[in-house]
């Protein structure tokens, strides 16, 4: 069991990368490098202090240019993978917006 347990914690050390910094950007970035979707994150900065909703997540998406939208609740893990036309919306335990960024 003691085996497993090491092979596993080896596993995954061996993909952690502790100089590599987050991706995270509020800058657009141009729509060639996104799929054709380019996220603008500058030009919803007004949601940050609102009540999260799924009809506030929608007009975000489509005022940002975005092809899609990652909620962040507080205290969860996300992936590390970039991806230029994704906007995501941190939010608190009110359900009130914290930052948005795109990656």
Request: aromatic letters at 6%; glycine letters at 6%.
């Amino acid at each position: 069991m003691r085996i497993v347990a090491l092979l596993a914690c080896v596993a995954v050390s061996a993909c952690a990368n502790p100089e590599r910094k987050a991706p995270y950007t509020t800058e657009p970035v141009p729509a060639d490098k996104a799929g054709g979707f380019a996220c603008a994150a500058e030009s919803v900065q007004y949601a940050i202090g609102q009540k999260s909703s799924a009809e506030l997540g929608s007009k975000l998406v489509k005022e940002s240019g975005s092809a899609s939208l990652r909620w962040m609740p507080p205290r969860s893990a996300a992936t590390m993978d970039y991806r230029a036309d994704r906007l995501n919306v941190h939010y608190n335990d009110d359900m009130v917006i914290t930052r948005i960024n795109c990656g």
